[in-house]
């Protein structure tokens, strides 16, 4: 059985213009997707694709303004309200793109260990900062003395729980420095080979090819591919869709190409 499975999921926005006329915009559209035991699915795309609110749908916490439609199923049980109570911070975990998650008037350590966190769940978080190089001092701080990279490590920690079968990382590495990132990323091996599924969302492509077993590559709110990571490779021919192939072709290692606008393109159609 999959860990996720994410039928025709659509999300769009209500918004009110001018006072009474209501726009109804759609940023995500009929999104399939499962994630089975020991996977790591990464998802990139351009800065407003729709990666993080594909996040949010999962965990339940899309603003009011959101209408969703489709289903989403953790270990085969439809994701309601009831299920995601149960779920979140014990089965699934969310490591939150923005340090804005963190509470500015807690301390690391009062911040570390929520109210019901077992021992075992501390024990495991303490570890993984220890991984990334901080130790006990980090827990007198506050989050604006703490650096973009360890601000980074700390919601890592924070995501870290022992029965966890489902990880959304929203954009887990910036700010890191490179052997961070590497343990990081190791980390998440790691959790996969003892049976859990993750969801990596970020903007480092090489990272995603180098460590995800699928990569998902969204455009404007739609999943435009899934690949074997192994597609990333060359000169980008193993992949279906040219914007895949235009993402992998714009890193420095492989000519730095400039990715084609949309707007470019329709009009070249036209
Ligand atoms: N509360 C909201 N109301 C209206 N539109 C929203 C809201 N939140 C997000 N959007 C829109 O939904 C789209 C997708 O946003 P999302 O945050 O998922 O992008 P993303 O792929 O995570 O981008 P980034 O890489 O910059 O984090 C964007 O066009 C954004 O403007
Ligand atoms: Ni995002």
Partial sequence: MNVLDIEALSVSFLNYDRGTERTNTKVIHGLNLSIGRGEIVAVVGASGSGKSLLAHAIMGIL?????????????????DEKELLKARGRTLALLPQSVGYLNPLLSVGRQLQGPFDSKKSMEARRGLLARLGLGEKINRLFPFQLSGGMARKLLLAMSAQPETDLIIADE??????????????????????????????????????G?????????????????QAGSFAGDGSLLQHPYSRELWQALPGNGFKRPVAREVETIGQS
């Fill in 63 to 79: 603003p009011r303004n959101a209408a969703r439609t489709g289903e989403i199923r953790m270990n085969g049980r439809l994701l």
């Fill in 172 to 209: 887990p590495t910036p700010g890191m420095g490179s052997e961070d990132v590497a343990e990081t990323l190791h980390y998440f091996r790691e959790l996969a080979a003892g049976g859990a599924g993750i969801l990596m969302i970020t903007h480092d492509l090489e990272a995603a090819a």
């Fill in 211 to 227: 460590t995800a077993n699928r990569v998902v590559v969204m455009r404007e709110g739609e999943v435009v591919e899934i690949a």
